[in-house]
């Protein structure tokens, strides 16, 4: 009797179980919920994150605003990969690059080689040099530092971005954003 | 017999509750301010009370930057005695009302100890945004 009501009960409970921890594909936002918190390696969450960071202070510190004919003329220079992975710079510096443009306090120098080409043919039609050199580049590096404890790993990346003028040869603003996570295995949750 | 034992084990689990739960934050601060803050009135929807009890918000100010940018800063205050861990974003909306998305609305992850107080800032993402909304989500 007692079996006959236990098996249907431990199927269905199995069955639950199985339905519970499978999970079906499906999209998600960058920053949600379910974000993977991964231990040893930058996720598109820390870029958005220390882009976030540095584009607010950018913005907040004005070294944009103190340029002769605004919006400012930013060159993105090399981000300085400090890091044991493969770091493709344009996850965070397109972001900064996105914000800045869209604040109307900076353009970007542009990068394209077919529209670099069309500029110097312009130029030579109009016999005139139109280049404008930039008033700042944008450089940076990212640090990584591993602290164990046991099983328990700490990562932690620094992102430090500058903004160099470069006629004067001073950087006129740095940020530094430390992310770190720590746990004995990657996550999905904050 | 049984309270002999029980008695004991309960005073130890008490004791490691009270232990751990008790980390709070104690701070000091000049008492004559020089620096003035510009309070800004605030419209507020409570839907997790747990929430805003561990992450309250005690006000929100305002400043311009020199470039016409708005920078908005909320205070917020942890009430209770333990670490709370919350996911949060700003929403800006230019002078039409409508969202302006880019990497300054994206969601940062932040933490604050027991009693105590912390400021998130944000900035607009250009001149034309004025108006903002901070939304703020339990990540324990």
Redesign the interface.
């Known amino acids: 009797m007692k079996t006959k009501i236990i098996v249907p009960l431990v199927t269905a409970a199995a069955a639950a179980l199985f339905t519970g921890c499978a999970t079906d594909a499906h999209y998600v936002q960058?920053?949600?919920?379910e974000q993977i918190v991964s231990l040893g390696q930058i996720n598109i969450?820390d870029y958005?994150?220390a882009?976030?960071a540095a584009?607010?202070d950018l913005?907040?510190s004005?070294a944009?605003?103190r340029v002769a004919n605004p919006p400012a003329l930013v060159e993105v220079s090399k981000v300085i990969n400090n890091t044991s992975q493969l770091v493709d710079q344009d996850l965070l510096t397109q972001?900064?690059g996105?914000?800045l443009t869209?604040?109307?306090?900076a353009q970007i120098k542009l990068v394209d080689k077919l529209g670099k080409g069309y500029q110097q043919e312009n130029e030579f039609l109009s016999d005139q040099k139109a280049t404008r050199l930039p008033d700042f580049t944008l450089s940076g590096k990212i640090i990584e530092t591993v602290d164990r404890a046991g099983n328990t790993r700490r990562t932690t990346y620094s992102f430090q971005m500058a903004l160099n003028d470069p006629k004067a040869g001073v950087q006129v603003w740095m940020s530094e954003k430390e992310i770190g996570k720590q746990g004995t295995r990657s996550s999905v949750?904050? | 017999m049984k309270t002999k034992y029980l008695l004991p084990v309960v005073c130890a689990a008490a004791a490691l509750f009270a232990a751990g739960c008790g980390t709070t934050v104690n701070s000091v601060e000049n008492a004559q301010k020089d620096g003035r803050r510009t309070m800004v009135s605030d419209q507020r929807v409570i839907s997790d009370t747990g929430l805003n009890h561990r992450v309250g918000v005690v006000g929100v100010n305002t400043a311009m930057t020199a470039g016409g940018l708005l920078r908005v800063q909320v205070e917020l205050l942890n009430e209770t005695r333990s670490l709370h861990r919350f996911s949060y974003k700003f929403e800006w909306f230019d002078v039409n009302g409508m969202q302006v998305e880019n990497i300054l609305s994206a969601s940062s992850t932040d933490q604050i100890e027991g009693r105590e107080s912390k400021m998130i800032t944000s900035i607009a993402p250009n001149p034309g945004c004025k108006d903002f909304r901070l939304k703020l989500i339990s990540a324990d």
Do not use: E, H
């Not at chain 1, 960058?30 to 919920?33: A, I, K, L």
């Not at chain 1, 869209?102 to 306090?105: I, V, Y």
């Open positions: 960058t920053g949600d919920r969450q958005a994150n882009a976030n584009v607010k913005l907040a004005g944009l605003d972001k900064i996105i914000a869209q604040s109307g306090k949750g904050f």
